[in-house]
């Protein structure tokens, strides 16, 4: 790992030499450290890189640790850091690297970011092709290294379309030769375009793309490369494919290569999808060329897993697990892209995946979908689980394995959402519906809106400390101590209304969790928890707030007290919904009394649109339990005359089913001789009109009307 970072850069110092130049002791630098030109970095973090740098020369560890610590809090853009490197001489990011601890941290970070400056260079046609020309026409071998260089380091895959044409031409031995050995140089960069380009139709072409992925070796290109030396209808191809294959660790057949390795973007595993392995981009292959698709970050793991699964499919057509890889990979990148939407980025470039994702997900059967909902349960992936159980809802004939399994799920949405799902298919099918599905239904009605924070923190007694003061009722924390586990905590588990990062983070820098989690622009606020001054004043611009005294978290309460949005107002419709299968069962003559204490929990405080649907299911099957808190909302003056009128229709449903006193209908009298609206007064006297009365409370009611 230590010498790839710098490699994977373009830089080709051996390790072996790199080692052999550093003291037995880590930074006690028995000779100099290199002097660095000044980085091309803007205000405070050139001083401090500057500083860190003129700190390690004097042998003060700490303070230049202090230093480079400052100069990654501001945040400099990939592309800066890129050209920090550039400019850097690389003695001095072996020595942090080899030095270890928060050393090795802080320097694996600048040298990711600048491996991710590197590959966000533009797609310029015109800059490529002049180094293409300055390529072909070197006449030394270093004119020829500096231009893979620059075409490496400017361009990186881009530079790929117009390479990879040269491996058609057989007429130039030599030219050809050249390109192949840039391509090889230029590594893990082209490895993706390079795999689409093994769906040219010139044989030729096909041979030598194979060739140079075998020399390159990567994982990621191991099962194309055995597809096509299983299936090339060329020997020539199949020969090279075969070796090159091998080269790249093909085990097993291209089939199975496939799944796995849609399982491995999925999860988004280091061995495929490194953070500097992403792109902006996605290839294919059409009209003789490569084609790059912009592609959102936050879709790019699932992009490639729907790809590989598509490749698994058309190798054995009846395979369950590809066609629920598909519907999984789907239903996360259209998922994905309407929360991108709900948070206000434009998705238009991407509407018909956003649109289509459920329907290819449909499409794949329900013994596919079935079986990635499984998988979802077992992996604790419950925003896709959600998804495609609301996709089994309109598709199964009856309750499945997967769907009961989630509806055994700790996660609260994904329970909701199997038994909504199961309660559907119960009512559309008039199958029926166990009490624990009912009372699955009726939790999902009046489960409380919770605020979900993470705190990602080394410091145990401080974490503990946060974790209980912020922890109560409709709060729930969330706490990892390592960034690592906080990282993963993000990616599985969506909706955090704060997130909470400590400056004592074991396993990474604060700069990477801080990135972690404003990743694919996420509007999430986040706090940072530092006692340190200058600490909390180099992150200050990168965090919502900062929580200097665990005494005071005033700012973090506000947010949790701020209103309801994304996924919380998802978890209202999810509420609503729930209500809706309920009062469908109770239509068809189901028993739906173990929800009753569920439908009555939202009516008195949620939205309309939860409460207008419970009411309604109340109507159908209440009682006189829930017949006081039904009056309130007819009662309230302050509710909208929509809820009121709902609320009095419900009160006519239960009173029309059981017996009342008229010394309990005053309230209703009330209304009706109020000022409240039309529908509001008729709504209150139908529900006197259907209680059971004597003949005096009712003339006594009537008289007072």
Avoid at 71 to 90: I, Q, R, V
Avoid at 227 to 236: E, F, I, S
Avoid at 276 to 285: A, E, I, K, M, P
Avoid at 573 to 597: N, P, T
Wanted: net charge negative; charged share 20%.
């Amino acid at each position: 790992m230590t010498l790839a970072l710098i490699r994977d850069l373009g830089k080709t110092t051996s390790l072996c030499v790199a080692l052999t130049g550093l003291a037995i002791t880590g930074l006690a630098f028995t000779s100099p450290v290199h002097a660095a030109p000044a980085p091309v970095l803007s205000g405070d973090a050139a001083d401090d890189f500057q500083e860190g740098v003129s700190l390690l020369r004097e042998g003060k560890k700490a303070e230049a640790l202090q230093a480079f610590q400052r100069a990654l809090a501001s945040d400099p853009s990939n592309d800066a850091a890129y050209e920090l490197w550039k400019s850097t001489d690389e003695q001095l990011f072996l020595d942090m690297l080899v030095e270890g601890g928060e050393f090795e941290l802080v320097a694996k970070r600048f040298l990711d970011r600048a491996r991710l400056g590197r590959t966000e260079r533009r797609n310029d046609a015109d800059a490529i092709a002049s180094l293409v020309d300055t390529l072909k026409g070197a006449s030394t071998s270093s004119e020829r290294r500096a231009a893979i260089s620059a075409l490496s380091a400017e361009h990186g895959e881009y530079a790929v379309p117009r390479l990879v044409r040269v491996l058609a031409d057989s007429a130039d031995e030599d030219w050809r030769v050249i390109a192949m050995h840039s391509l090889t140089q230029m590594d893990s960069d082209v490895v993706l375009p390079l795999i689409e380009a093994l769906n040219t139709s010139d044989a030729y072409q096909r041979a030598n793309v194979a060739m140079v992925l075998g020399h390159i070796g990567d994982g990621r290109a191991a099962a194309a490369l055995s597809l096509v030396a299983g299936t090339d209808a060329d020997g020539k191809v199949q020969r090279a494919a075969t070796k090159a294959a091998s080269n790249c660790g093909a085990s097993g057949s291209s089939q199975a290569q496939y799944l796995m390795l849609g399982e491995d973007y999925y999860y988004r595993r280091d061995n495929v999808l490194r953070d500097f392995d992403y792109s902006d981009v996605t290839w294919s292959w059409a009209d003789g060329g490569l084609t790059g698709t912009a592609t959102p970050r936050s879709i790019y793991h699932s992009t490639l897993s729907k790809r590989a699964y598509m490749a698994a499919l058309s190798q054995a057509s009846t395979s369950t697990e590809a066609l629920a890889g598909i519907a999984r990979a789907a239903v996360d990148v259209s998922t994905r892209l309407n929360r991108l939407a709900d948070s206000g980025e434009d998705i238009s470039d991407h509407q018909g995946a956003a649109d289509g994702g459920p329907m290819i997900a449909a499409s794949c059967g329900v013994e596919a979908l079935d079986l990635a909902l499984h998988w979802c349960v077992v992996a604790d992936d419950p925003a896709t689980g959600a998804a495609l159980a609301q996709v089994l809802s309109a598709c199964a004939g009856s309750g499945t394995a997967g769907l009961q399994a989630a509806l055994g799920s700790s996660d609260g949405s994904l329970r909701g959402e199997a038994a909504v799902a199961m309660g559907a298919i119960a009512a559309r099918t008039g199958s029926g519906a166990s009490d624990a599905l009912v009372s699955a239904l009726g939790d999902a009605t009046g489960r409380e809106i919770m605020r979900l924070v993470a705190v990602i923190d080394g410091n145990a007694d401080r974490a503990n400390s946060l974790s209980g003061s912020i922890a109560g009722p409709g709060v729930l924390v969330n706490h990892r101590d390592t960034g690592a586990g906080g990282i993963s905590l993000l990616r599985r588990v969506s909706g955090f209304d704060a997130i909470v990062v400590g400056d004592q983070i074991g396993g990474m820098t604060v700069d990477q969790v801080l990135a972690a989690a404003s990743l694919g622009g996420s509007d999430t606020p986040i706090f940072l928890v530092s006692s340190d001054a200058d600490t909390a004043d180099a992150y200050s611009d990168r965090v919502s707030g900062v929580i200097s005294d665990l005494s005071d978290l005033s700012e973090l309460d506000a947010v949790l007290e701020a209103g309801l949005t994304g996924d919380r107002a998802r978890a209202d419709d999810l509420s609503r919904r729930a209500a809706a299968v309920l009062g469908a069962l109770a239509h068809s003559g189901a028993d739906i009394s173990s929800a009753l204490g569920g439908l009555a929990q939202p009516i008195g405080h949620r939205a309309d649109d939860v409460t207008i649907v419970a009411l309604g299911a109340l109507a159908s099957a209440g009682t006189m339990a829930q017949a006081e808190a039904i009056l309130a909302v007819v009662t309230d003056e302050s509710r909208s005359d929509a809820a009121r009128t709902a609320a009095g229709r419900a009160l006519a449903g239960i009173f029309g089913r059981h017996d009342v006193g008229g010394d309990s209908l005053g309230g209703l009298a009330a209304v009706v001789l109020s000022d409240a609206s039309l529908s509001v007064r008729t709504a209150a006297a139908q529900a006197i009109g259907l209680a059971s009365l004597t003949g005096s409370e009712r003339a006594g009611l009537v008289g007072d009307i």
